[in-house]
């Protein structure tokens, strides 16, 4: 078993795709943290201050101006009005959320790249896996060998858990190293809040407690992996089903980039919370903001997540063991 | 050499695994089994640490602090400046100091609202470290949004203006006990409806309004009302946005310029 692994491993590194996939992220963090280092120069610069609280309140009074608008949208005045609970809860316990340093920046980074750019680096890693050998027609010389099938299948999809968890952490080596260049690599203790709740338009801060910025960065990254991991396990799934590793990617993009639309209009459309590409947004339950329905809640969206991903499993070893292979 | 590298990658990748495994496993733990285990009382945020903004006289920033209401938000200049905006240009021209403002002014805001927000810290905060304050309050108090004067009830309006006078004084009481060597310029009210019908009776609302809010300024050391009244009395729709409510940029100039000119700066802060 170990050896197919290997094997498997071997031809997703000679593909070089990992590689690739490597060298986006590093050329687009430095453009996010140059993005990020301009804002934060312009802001001191319109307020001729560096006082964060200072910049802070700018932020809640400002919001409160937008709140006071009569053409507001409902679910954008319900997300409004939750941030702002939750700026004035950061400033009334004198907590920093946007302390600059790379850890800062890896949370900010992966908060904002896990609903899409992060999926889609996975399913370019994933969506050739299957179909490229079949075709190219090696998935015959596979299948002549004396092993079960279903073995084949497992050694293919360990080897892309493997690389999906390869991917997360050269994201978070080099958002950390690349970004800390600007802003310094210190600022792993700082401590955020989270537990924050929503009901409604309110925020419920009952549950809310501190935890040091490792530990939260730490969180996120589990999240961001276990995404990862349902987007793979469904590109997979695909790339089992169809012949053609474009029709895979096709699918697959068209999910993710209707779930980054649908996260902004679904909000009367309640059944729209079991699909999975609603559910991406996991570490938005951490960092306390609005959903995009009511009534979602980490575990919710764990669970549907959980069983796409299952679900997707099994229809790939069942359709992979039982098809035709001419 | 290539065996090696791959090798390295497997190990890498089967060790980042569990880290991110470890990582998912502790969301779980902490957002579902100890939330609320360590409430944010226990949590004792340093307040004595948070640094005042130093507002020696021998500074060289001017800090400005604005409250209130769209006045001073700037709610009808396209620029979005209002007459801080224009205040501040007058001000560049006249002092070699740099100025520092903080509009915290909310739309809509009533003097009650207003109230409430000068007790929050940062505010507080600004107020101690501020040299000028300015203020725009009332005017919601007395138009509500322009329906206010529809039914010139007196009655109703006396009692209004008496409930703001009170919050009123309270605020110039908090304001004061804050920062006491900031001045204070409350910008006063003027009459949009003054080429409407009623008008006599409508300006005289404000009149009285704004006569009321001067005395209660007059109590207090180092508040200066500053009128507006006169600037808009005959020619309102030229400086009125087309809400037919605020002013549009040419009257927060004059407003702005007005307030500019009560502001004095000493000989060496001079340009």
């Known amino acids: 078993m170990t050896k197919l692994v290997h094997n498997e491993l071997l031809k997703l590194f000679r593909k070089k795709r990992l590689f690739v996939i490597i060298l986006i992220v590093a050329a687009l963090v430095p453009l996010f943290t140059y993005a990020q280092y301009q804002q934060a120069k312009t802001t001191q610069e319109k307020l001729g201050n560096a006082d964060w609280r200072t910049k802070l309140q700018q932020e809640i009074v400002d919001t409160q101006n937008r709140l006071s608008s009569s053409r507001l949208q409902d679910d954008w005045r319900k997300y409004l009005k939750i941030r702002l609970a939750q700026q004035q809860y950061y400033l009334d316990h004198d907590i920093n959320p946007q302390a600059p340093g790379a850890p800062t920046f890896m949370r900010v980074f992966v908060e904002n790249s896990i609903t899409l750019l992060l999926p889609l680096l996975v399913m370019v890693a994933a969506a050739d896996l299957v179909s490229s050998e079949a075709s190219g027609g090696t998935i015959k010389l596979l299948l002549t060998r004396p092993v079960k099938r279903w073995k084949i299948l497992l050694s293919k999809y360990i080897a892309l858990l493997l690389s999906v968890s390869f991917i997360v952490t050269a994201v978070a080596f080099l958002s950390y190293t690349i970004s800390g260049v600007v802003f310094g690599y210190g600022g792993w203790d700082m401590p955020l809040l989270t537990g924050f709740s929503t009901k409604g338009e309110e925020l419920l801060t009952d549950n809310v407690h501190l935890i040091p910025q490792w530990q939260y960065v730490l969180m996120e990254f589990g999240l961001v992996w276990f995404v990862c991991l349902v987007v793979g396990t469904l590109t997979f799934m695909l790339s089992v089903l169809l012949r053609s590793t474009a029709a895979v990617m096709g699918i697959m993009l068209a999910a993710l980039i209707a779930g980054a639309i649908l996260s902004n209009m679904v909000s009367s459309w309640e059944s729209a919370k079991y699909l999975f590409m609603v559910n991406l947004a996991l570490t938005d339950y951490i960092s306390g903001m609005a959903t995009p329905i009511e009534g979602m809640t980490l575990g919710f969206s764990l669970s549907v997540l959980l069983a796409w991903a299952a679900g997707g499993l099994i229809i790939a070893f069942a359709v992979f063991t039982k098809r035709d292979v001419y | 050499m290539k065996k090696k590298g791959l090798s390295l990658i497997t190990a890498l990748s089967i060790l980042s695994a569990f880290l991110w495994l470890a990582g998912l496993a502790w969301v779980i733990q902490d957002q579902f089994f100890s939330a609320g285990s360590q409430s944010m009382d226990t949590v004792k945020p340093d307040r004595d640490q948070t640094p005042s903004i130093p507002s020696d006289g021998k500074s060289k920033k001017l800090h400005i602090a604005a409250l209130g209401d769209s006045l ?137 309004w704004n006569y009321d809010s001067a005395n209660a300024a007059a109590a207090f050391p180092n508040i200066i009302y500053v009128p507006t009244f006169d600037l808009f009395e005959l020619h309102v729709n030229e400086y009125l946005f087309s809400d037919h409510f605020h002013p549009n940029k040419e009257g927060y100039q004059l407003i702005g310029e007005r307030t500019a000119s009560l502001i004095h700066f000493s000989e060496e802060e001079k340009k």
């Open chain 2, 72 to 208: 001073t938000r700037g709610t009808g200049d396209p620029d979005g400046k209002g007459y801080i905006g224009y205040l501040k240009q007058e001000l560049a021209k006249k002092t070699k100091k740099e100025i520092e403002l903080s509009n915290s002014a909310i739309k809509g805001q009533t003097s009650k609202q207003l109230l409430d927000q000068v007790s929050q810290q940062q505010i507080k905060r600004q107020i101690k470290g501020a040299d000028i304050i300015l203020l725009t309050i009332g005017g919601n108090d007395l138009f509500r949004g322009g329906q206010g004067l529809q039914q010139l009830n007196s009655q109703a309006i006396n009692q209004t203006e008496e409930a703001y006078l009170n919050n009123l004084k309270e605020l110039y009481n908090e304001i004061r006990s804050l920062n006491k060597t900031g001045t204070i310029y409350h910008v006063g009210l003027y009459n949009p409806f003054s080429d409407m019908e009623d008008s006599k009776k409508t300006s005289s609302i404000v009149r009285k």
